[in-house]
């Protein structure tokens, strides 16, 4: 770690380290700010581990407003939210959670044969079917594009084939609401954004738990 500078550290997550920069006047980055030695004259910019997931802080001076909006709060009192809705009839609490390392040889094998069966049954075989998209040629044969960066543009590409397949993107005649749960960055909603034929006939609405950087917001805001 370099004070003024950047601060190196491991984000297991992601596996891999990361860099934060570091204020001008500060010794420690965002991340960090935790570990700062606070005297008198700064300890209204005191910073403190959030009390409900203090793998990031806040400052102690705003934790009242930092606890209303904070992505780790529980949120009661919203009509799409139901507690335990997925409890069996008669239940009352959750089950307890079984790791399945936990589990001897003889209950996995016996759970991964109910699986295997249930799929046999409802699911059967998976055909492979991989299409493309023309809205995203241009993208596909840019050069310098690595392996990663090619796999997701194939996947979105193939995606918009499937929607475009099953007359999904024709909005100018069908107003239709696309919902992109694990949105991630929001790379696919904006592919979706260029292949539909009217976006004034669209709705897009995109769900993820985490606070993802570098997103494509700025990009589709103005769709």
């Not at 069908?174 to 992109?180: A, G, K, S």
Request: proline share 4%; aromatic share 6%; glycine share 6%.
């Amino acid at each position: 770690m370099e004070s003024n500078k950047t601060c190196l550290f491991y984000v297991k997550r992601k596996k891999r380290y990361c860099k934060m920069l570091v204020r001008a006047g500060q010794q420690y980055c965002g991340q960090h700010l935790v570990e700062e030695h606070v005297n008198e004259e700064t300890i209204h910019l005191k910073r403190i581990p959030c009390p409900l997931d203090p793998k990031h802080s806040c400052y102690e001076h705003r934790l009242k407003h930092h606890l209303a909006i904070c992505n780790a709060r529980e949120v009661t009192g919203l009509p799409y939210v139901n507690h335990n809705i997925n409890l069996r009839i008669g239940d009352t609490k959750e089950p307890p959670k079984i790791s399945l390392s936990s589990l001897s040889d003889q209950e996995l094998l016996s759970f991964i044969a109910k699986v295997e069966a249930a799929h046999m049954e409802h699911i059967d075989n998976i055909e492979e079917s991989i299409l493309s998209h023309h809205t995203l040629e241009k993208e596909i044969e840019a050069p310098g594009c690595g392996p990663s960066i090619m796999r997701h543009l194939s996947q979105n590409s193939s995606i918009l084939g499937h929607l475009e397949l099953a007359g999904l993107l024709n909005t100018s005649f069908t107003p239709t609401c696309y919902v992109e749960f694990g949105a991630g960055r929001g790379q696919l909603t904006r592919w979706l954004t260029e292949a539909v034929s009217d976006t004034s006939k669209a709705l897009f609405v995109l769900v993820d738990r985490g606070a993802q950087r570098y997103k494509f917001d700025a990009k589709l805001k103005y769709k």
